[in-house]
């Protein structure tokens, strides 16, 4: 039986470390303070929405549509900069954390699918994102406050795109309502997670930092109700809703993207840009 010696034994064992450090996620083993933790929700969802978003550059169905995309990535991507620097190393907690401590929601991360599937989902979070920031600028977080009354205008626009998208989808051929439908479908079961309450959330409201969204769901219904009436389409029935984002239970998708998204700083963390 042959032994290594201690050379090479103490080498491989330098070696494994710096490894482990550095795929080990930001926060590995840490309990974030609850203002942390709701910056990274906020964060979170804005990152991998304006990358799922910025996926169809260059593929958009006409030159007008895929511009008005990539601008909508654009704005997502700022927020998500704002956001996570303020939690600590924006650069890092983009690129250097594993799937398991991205505190996303379920829907952001899910597949564009074809162009009726990501306006649905667009309209779905949108609508949401825009009522909580417009209640962020009360926020007693300074921070949070001034943060919202810049992005709540970027929003209003997302908003709007969605609904005329998914008006002029629903009221368009009987192709494109069968496709906005099948795409609302698709969506529709990760809309309960954006109103859930946990402890580090209930925390935070507590402070006046954090939106309870529970205060305006039915506002949000009715707002989705209405954009759906004018597309001449019926609300999906409810269906046993899918959650878990928010503590780190995500899907294989979220995977996959973060696999292209963190692929070059992760293979090249000493290059200077």
């Keep these: 039986m042959t032994q ?74 700022g927020q998500a900069t704002l956001l996570l620097g303020e939690s600590g190393d924006g650069d890092k907690l983009a690129f250097h954390r594993d799937v398991l401590d991205f505190r996303n929601c379920l829907l952001v991360e899910q597949p564009n699918g074809d162009f009726a599937q990501t306006i649905a989902r667009h309209l779905l979070y949108t609508i949401w994102q825009h009522m909580l920031l417009q209640r962020l600028q009360q926020s007693s977080d300074q921070f949070l406050r001034e943060f919202a009354h810049k992005a709540v205008k970027e929003v209003a626009y997302h908003r709007e795109l969605a609904s005329e998208w998914t008006i002029r989808l629903g009221d368009g051929t009987e192709e494109s309502a069968q496709r906005m439908a099948d795409g609302l479908e698709w969506n529709w079961r990760f809309i309960p997670e954006l109103f859930e309450v946990d402890e580090g959330l209930q925390q935070a ?28 389409l019926e609300a999906p029935a409810d269906q046993r809703p899918i959650l878990g984002g928010r503590q780190g239970h995500h899907s294989e ?21």
């Design 205 to 232: 409201i507590d402070a006046g930092i954090a939106v309870d969204p529970r205060s305006f769901e039915e506002e949000y219904r009715a707002a989705i109700a209405a954009v759906l009436a004018q597309a001449q």
């Design 4 to 77: 290594r010696s201690p050379a090479k034994a103490e080498g491989k064992e330098r070696v494994g470390a710096a490894v482990a450090a550095f795929w080990a996620p930001a926060f590995a083993g840490e309990r974030l303070d609850f203002r942390t933790d709701y910056l990274l929700r906020l964060g979170d969802d804005a990152l991998v929405l304006g990358q799922r978003v910025g996926e169809w550059c260059g593929h958009g169905p006409v030159l007008e549509v895929d511009i008005s995309l990539a601008n909508l990535a654009l704005d997502l991507i």
């Design 253 to 273: 998708h979220l995977g996959h993207l973060l696999a292209v998204m963190q692929f070059l700083p992760r293979a090249y963390s000493d290059a200077k840009w």
